[in-house]
């Protein structure tokens, strides 16, 4: 009986610990199950969202195909075809090369106008500036004997107030004199005899004065003569060399005139970049020369020696090209001639 009541007492318990040990299993199974429930609520979320941007992206490409259906409905329908980038033809390089044989044919013909008005101004020769230095002299002269005129009349003047000072101490010597006579004492007599020698004095003074200032008056009188005489032969060489130039003005003004007139027909064909340059070489330059050419490998400017290969690149004409000693453009010898041969 004893052993009959352990066996149940150790069944008891070993059925206790099998409770335990499956409610335990459970509750870890109920933990795990909760977890994945909630793994999966997650990634559910995610991809609701996902499919919902989705199904927004697509509705609003479907919502804009509508509008771009119609529009393209709307509109003829244009084939626009994209610029391919070619290579430069030998066609377009010859364009560009004759585009530039152009502009520097332009400016030499420029040139060669300019050249002609030059030597038109050169016949005149130095005659505008002989007649510019003339007039100022004559004008200066004028000018100095007007100077002296008026210097003349101021020493007159200073003369007339010496006259009248010395006047007024003869009136007082004489009063002095008359005072004399009537005196009381040797005291009195000694001190009016004293006014009457200091106004002596006084009038010795004024008297030095007065010689002085007309010495001047005569002085500068003979002046103004010389002066005079220089300014009558100024005036006549002026007349001479105004007479001279209007002559010379008179045979080659027209000529003058039709020469500026192609000058600024030429100028309209050059960009006015190019012609402000060509100007300003013009300026700097001692003979006029803004363009030149080569003669015996060298610049016709400068005379300096110009290498074969920039010689090349000259002939070629695909750039200007300036001399690098003193900045004038280049042309070449063969197309200046091509257009010679061409004009005749």
């Known amino acids: 009986m004893a052993k009959k009541k352990v066996s149940e007492e150790e069944i008891v318990s070993e059925k206790e610990v099998v409770t335990e040990k499956e409610t335990k299993k459970k509750a870890a199974s109920k933990t795990t199950a909760k977890a994945t429930t909630k793994t999966a609520a997650k990634a559910a979320t995610k991809t609701t969202e996902k499919s919902a941007s989705k ?96 210097d003349i009349d101021n020493l007159q003047t200073k003369i007339k107030e010496q006259e009248a000072k010395i006047k007024e101490a003869q009136a007082l010597i004489k009063r002095y004199t008359e005072q004399q006579d009537n005196v009381r004492n040797n005291r009195e007599y000694e001190s009016l005899t004293k006014e009457i020698d200091y106004q002596n004095l006084e009038i010795q003074v004024l008297e030095k004065h ?47 005139a039709e020469l500026v007139e192609q000058a600024e027909a030429w100028k309209v064909k050059i960009e006015p970049r190019l012609l402000a340059a060509f100007e300003r070489i013009r300026k700097n330059a001692r003979n006029g020369l803004a363009i030149v050419q080569i003669e015996r490998d060298a610049c016709g400017g400068c005379f300096s020696t110009i290498p074969p290969q920039r010689q090349l690149d000259i002939r070629l004409h695909k750039k200007i090209i300036v001399c690098e000693a003193c900045g004038r453009i280049f042309i070449d010898h063969q197309l200046v001639e091509s257009q010679n041969e061409s004009a005749e």
């Open 210 to 256: 007065k010689n002085k200032f007309a010495a001047e008056i005569t002085t500068k009188q003979e002046e103004i003569q010389t002066f005079e005489a220089k300014l009558a032969e100024i005036a006549e060489i002026l007349e001479s060399k105004k007479n001279e130039l209007s002559v010379i003005v008179a045979e080659t003004e027209k000529e003058e």
């Open 55 to 150: 199904t927004t992206k697509k509705t609003t490409k479907k919502e804009t195909k509508p509008v771009v259906e119609e529009q393209v409905e709307a509109t003829p329908e244009v084939k626009v075809e994209e610029p391919v980038a070619e290579k430069p033809t030998q066609e377009a390089e010859e364009v560009l090369e004759y585009t530039i044989a152009q502009k520097l044919l332009s400016l030499y013909n420029l040139q060669q106008i300019y050249s002609k008005i030059d030597k038109i101004r050169i016949i005149r020769g130095e005659l505008p500036e002989e007649i510019q230095d003339l007039e100022d002299a004559h004008e200066g002269m004028s000018t100095r004997i007007a100077n002296y005129k008026e």
